[in-house]
């Protein structure tokens, strides 16, 4: 009994070959892609919450504007203004500039 074999098309396993190989290309890439596009997720979350707490924090210091003691704050620090009778001393010796309170 002699049974002949047959031969598989050595083209079709070339383009079997080639197929597989294209889509394990383009899975790979796609998975790259992915990656890319989550960390760009990940790294827009945090900017998100930073921004929220951000706005959180403006909204108390803009709800404790009217306050005496946020005025009196601000008018010292960011104008400079001193209370009447008040000495302020200058360390030139720091790179900050200290102010303290004098006599009353």
Do not use: C, H, W
Request: glycine fraction near 4%; charge should be positive.
């Amino acid at each position: 009994m002699n049974v002949k074999r047959k031969k598989f098309p050595l083209a079709l396993a070339i383009i079997i070959l080639i197929s597989a190989l294209y889509g394990s290309v383009k899975i790979g890439k796609s998975i790259s892609l992915k990656k890319q596009k989550l960390e760009i997720i990940s790294e827009n979350n945090r900017e998100i919450s930073n921004l929220k707490l951000e706005i959180d924090n403006l909204n108390s210091e803009f709800e404790n504007s009217s306050s005496t003691d946020f005025i009196e704050k601000v008018a010292r620090e960011e104008l400079g203004m001193v209370k009447p009778r008040e000495v302020v001393y200058v360390d030139k010796n720091k790179d900050k500039t200290s102010k303290t309170e004098g006599l009353k």
